[in-house]
């Protein structure tokens, strides 16, 4: 089982960014960003596969960035221009492995961290 613990939430105006990490205890094939809001579904961000292919959620196209860095055991998502609907708890997840087609499935994911809130203000 793959340890996760997020950080880098927080509370920002619309227009603002924000970089979330996830620590990993060791790497996997998958890992992705989840986010839900409140009365809302959990949905896929973005994922990114070994082979460094990535995914993003539409609403994430143009304005989200997932990296990894294994050398630091450390996920990120650079969050830019930010809006309200935006406004969620955001999840890191992983898998041992996963088709590239399902990075943004939430039924992919066996491991997950606790979550880290960004709120974000008009």
């Known amino acids: 089982q793959v340890k996760l613990v997020e950080s880098g939430g927080g509370s920002v105006q619309t227009g603002g960014s924000l970089r979330l990490s996830c620590v990993y205890s060791y790497s996997s094939y998958c890992m992705g960003w989840f986010r839900q809001a409140p009365g809302k579904e959990r949905g896929g961000v973005a994922g990114i596969h070994s082979d460094r292919s990535t995914r993003y959620a539409d609403s994430a196209k143009g304005r989200f960035t997932i990296t990894q860095d294994n050398a630091k055991n450390t996920l990120y998502l650079q969050m830019d221009s930010l809006k309200p609907e935006d406004t969620a708890m955001y999840y890191c997840?992983?898998?041992?492995?996963?088709?590239?087609?399902?990075?943004?499935?939430?039924?992919?994911?066996?491991?997950w961290g606790q979550g880290t809130q960004v709120t974000v203000s008009s």
């Open positions: 997840a992983a898998d041992r492995w996963c088709p590239i087609q399902t990075l943004l499935d939430l039924t992919t994911y066996k491991d």
